[in-house]
């Protein structure tokens, strides 16, 4: 089976760095932005990680500006805002593309593990993201194409992608998930 230590990634600053370099710990890759409705998911996601950090648990932040063009700004602009702003302390990497020709190689695989997840229908953004999703293509649905900012995808120890998260999800069921995985 493959796992995401096969791949590697661009830093802020352009270094490779070889995802194995996290193998044996719980990570969370999220494709992120700055200037979307869902920004202060910042906020949880830190808390997630102060919380599970110490006990092998990482999030791999991805800045995407593909939705809506809303992560504006050079990769170091990115990391200031989110330092300054949110506080955040996780590794934060290149912007890069999650779908399409150019998606990176790291996000094809992910969406190949795991298709679109479905909304949290409590959430009070699901209506909009899915009006304007439909409008763009009736069978959005049925792609595994990231559809927006703050998609989550859950590995475990071993490199394997073991649950994918739309945006909307509640951060409570993801720590449940996490602490499942800390727990093996």
């Known amino acids: 089976m493959r796992t995401v230590y096969e791949f590697s990634v661009k830093d802020r600053k352009g270094k490779d760095v070889s995802l194995k370099e996290y193998a044996n710990e719980v990570l969370l890759i999220v494709n992120t ?15 997630t990680y102060q919380k599970y950090h110490t006990q092998g648990f990482e999030i791999l932040d991805f800045p995407c500006n593909q939705f809506g063009q809303q992560a504006p700004g050079t990769d170091e602009a990115i990391h200031e805002f989110c330092k300054l702003t949110y506080g955040t302390d996780f590794p934060r990497f290149k912007k890069i593309k ?5 998606a990176a190689p790291l996000y094809k695989f992910l969406k190949k593990q795991k298709g679109f997840a479905g909304w949290d229908e409590s959430h009070e953004l699901t ?4 009006k304007m999703l439909s409008e763009a293509d ?4 049925e792609s595994a194409e990231i559809k927006w900012n703050f998609t989550k995808f859950l590995i475990n120890k071993k490199g394997q992608v073991v649950k994918r998260y739309e945006p909307t999800e509640k951060i409570e069921n993801i720590c449940a998930d996490i602490e499942t995985l800390l727990a093996e």
């Open 33 to 47: 932005a700055t200037k979307c409705g869902f920004t202060p998911t910042y906020t949880e996601l830190e808390n």
């Open 98 to 102: 999650v779908n399409g020709e150019h």
């Open 127 to 130: 209506p909009v993201l899915d």
């Open 138 to 141: 009736p069978n959005y649905k």
